[in-house]
């Protein structure tokens, strides 16, 4: 016979905050965005993770110098994210 189940407390999410900056992108996610629509269109018939595994695969095959413009971008975003964070911070503490 099976054990009753214990009660467990719900937890509540705090809600997040409106107006904190939007976390940084990655390479992948740059690389990502500019390509998805190409994937798209060259597979008509591929379904939303079929894409997302099409993406995975190229991004793979690409030599670190492909990869170089994806890699600035997202460096310069973690940059913006840091100092979008510092000035959030700054003016809620």
Known sequence: MAAPRESKKKTTRRKKDPNAPKRALSAYMFFANETRDIVKAENPDVSFGQVGR??????KAMTDEDKQPFDAKAEADKKRYESE?????????
């Open 54 to 59: 099409i993406l995975g695969e190229k991004w």
């Open 85 to 93: 964070k510092e000035l959030y911070n700054a003016t809620r503490a």
